[in-house]
């Protein structure tokens, strides 16, 4: 019998490769970044893609525009404004920004683990029940239907759907209410201490695992096993 009844699961960085972040050999946001540019019919070179990677990277570092971050996706219009802060802080022209800003927004493109959906199946047919918790300013729900995962959650937790972010515990309680198990029959996934490990506070057992870079790497059956469930 499993350890646990349900799993919650942290999203960017837990499930699906960030698509702001370190990718082996390429500029923070290279594919993002390059996505974009090709959208509008620019120069998507190495050299451009890391010029404007190296413009968004030193932008991030200003005190404004961390600070505009801060409890950014409790709503689409807190994470957009921290976003213009963001953009106009690197030098980003409108056009530019506004497709990236798309693409950023779109949950179609994520790309999930190799082991995501083994992992989500596993745990399913051991009869746990699945939440997706994640501060987010969009609505996850059509990437995990597009990539044939949707049938693996029980309930998803937007931080833009209830105002409120992680760290606060109340974003964990709500997927254990909407699961109807109690904080000790559950165990929390994800890969931040800081924000997915605070559900520690709200009694939940939480296992973090590094963040992911690379769709390749596979380290869900740490799940599994925490759950006393062979491994996929």
Excluded at 125 to 132: I, M, N, R, S, T
Aim: hydrophobic share 45%.
């Amino acid at each position: 019998m499993p350890f646990f009844k349900a799993v919650l699961f942290d999203w960017v960085g837990t499930l699906i490769v960030p698509k702001w972040g370190p990718a082996e050999g390429r500029p923070r946001g290279a594919s993002w970044i390059e996505r974009s540019m090709r959208q509008l019919g620019r120069d998507a070179s190495e050299l451009q893609v890391r010029r404007i990677s190296l413009a968004l990277s030193t932008a991030s570092e200003r005190p404004d525009v961390q600070q505009g971050w801060f409890r950014a996706d409790a709503s689409p219009e807190s994470h957009r404004q921290g976003y213009n802060r963001w953009v106009n802080a690197a030098g980003i022209d409108s056009a530019l920004a506004q497709e990236m800003y798309a693409a950023l927004s779109d949950p179609t493109d994520a790309r999930f683990a190799v082991d995501a959906e083994p992992t989500l199946r596993t745990l399913k047919a051991a009869g746990l029940k699945l939440a997706v918790v994640s501060d987010i300013h969009f609505d996850l729900r059509p990437g995990f239907v597009k990539n044939g995962l949707g049938g693996y959650i029980d309930h998803f937790v937007l931080s833009f759907e209830h105002g409120i972010c992680k760290p606060d515990p109340a974003m964990f309680r709500l997927a254990l209410d909407a699961l109807g198990v109690q904080s000790c029959e559950a165990l929390m996934v994800g890969d931040r201490s800081g924000y997915d490990g605070a559900a520690v506070e709200a009694g939940v057992a939480t296992l973090l695992v590094p963040p992911l870079t690379q769709v390749s790497q596979a380290r869900l059956h740490l799940v599994s096993a925490a759950c006393g469930i062979s491994s996929p």
